[in-house]
């Protein structure tokens, strides 16, 4: 954060509190925690990563749009985006995403964070989560305060029952939780929870990097 004092309300500097805890077990798990204290900071501190004409991608993420993140991305000129929208064919996806594993930053957001510091995502095709196990060399994940969980039990069940059923109706997707609201542990062709991905730890040192936000963002 800035160092312009702000009057924080109880559940902001509730926020904060549980933010520098979760981040000091980031620091044990060989990744870089940070936390801003609204969206607009959050974009801001995100920009400062990245560096003139470097190739940049990003999984689908609510939080992303929220903040106003890709928008910033796409019309700037400072950097080489690559966008699987722009991706037509299966031939042009299969080639984009070859591009897109190799690029310079990756962002996404986090399904869940546990208090002790692991990452819980749960994909559908797996390509979100297979750029945060390895490939782009730094990944910045954007998540909101809201996404904060106990354990990775609770984590998942998070993912399942809040999460995957907005995402299944925004996705159009036929499944039995985008019209009944909750998991059903569907086997469905459109199921968008096929990969499910804990990361407990960073094998590279500070290649991901979190940033928590003390706002409510995403599903």
């Known amino acids: 954060m800035d160092d312009l004092e702000i009057e924080l309300t109880p559940k902001q500097e509730n926020y904060q509190n549980l933010a520098e805890t979760i981040i000091n077990k980031f ?24 560096t003139p004409d470097s190739t940049i991608s990003w999984g689908g993420s609510m939080t992303l749009s ?3 993140l890709i928008d910033d991305l796409k019309e700037s000129d400072d950097y080489i985006i690559y966008d699987r929208a722009d991706a ?3 031939e042009e996806k299969r080639e984009l995403f070859g591009k897109i594993v190799t690029s310079d930053y990756y962002f996404m957001s986090s399904n869940a964070v546990t208090m002790d510091g692991e990452l819980v995502n749960i994909d559908g095709t797996g390509n979100r989560v297979a750029c945060l196990c390895h490939g782009p060399e730094n990944v910045i994940l954007i998540v909101g305060m809201n996404k904060v969980v106990k354990n990775v039990e609770e984590a998942i069940s998070r993912v399942r029952n809040i999460a995957a059923p907005p995402n299944a109706v925004r996705l159009s997707k036929n499944t039995p939780c985008s019209k009944i609201g909750r998991c059903a542990d569907c086997q469905s062709d459109d199921c968008i929870c096929c990969q499910t991905v804990i990361t407990r730890r960073s094998a590279i040192p500070g290649r991901i990097k979190v940033i928590l936000v003390g706002e409510e963002l995403g599903y």
């Open 66 to 68: 929220e903040i106003g």
């Open 88 to 90: 037509k064919t299966p």
């Open 27 to 50: 620091n044990t798990r060989g990744i870089e925690g940070y936390y801003c204290i609204d969206r607009e900071e959050a974009n801001a501190k995100a920009k400062r990563f990245l």
